[in-house]
Nanobody, 121 residues
């Protein structure tokens, strides 16, 4: 079965950190650029960060720049999102998705089911 599985979400206090993982099964992530999205209740889906297949190119939404870091370990078939200095407004379901290419452009391919991140005291 070809799928992406996110993990690492949870409840954290403001200022805390979490590391999300996006693992592929049934296929190899090497070739694909990966984007993290999030969607909070009542809000539109937001693209958070993207990493190219080689890891040489990344981008971030302004709302997370300087706090979040995207990385990948192709040997582990996994992409990560390190989230530091979390704020209540970061509360959302976080999803990962592959592009159909090695760069952060064009149509998406596979999607994960999401992992909940809640930032609250």
């Amino acid at each position: 079965q070809l799928q992406l599985v996110e993990s690492g979400g949870g409840l954290v206090q403001p200022g805390g950190s979490l590391r999300l993982s996006c693992a592929a099964s049934g296929f190899f992530l090497d070739y694909y650029a990966i984007r993290w999205f999030r969607q909070a209740p009542g809000k539109d889906r937001e693209g958070v960060s993207c990493i190219s297949s080689s890891g040489g190119s990344t981008n971030y939404a302004d709302s997370v720049k300087g706090r979040f870091t995207i990385s990948r370990d192709n040997a582990k078939n996994t992409v990560y999102l390190q989230m530091n200095n979390l704020k209540p407004e970061d509360t959302a379901i976080y999803y990962c998705a592959t592009y159909q290419s090695s760069s952060c452009l064009g149509p998406y391919g596979y999607w994960g089911q999401g992992t909940q991140v809640t930032v609250s005291s």
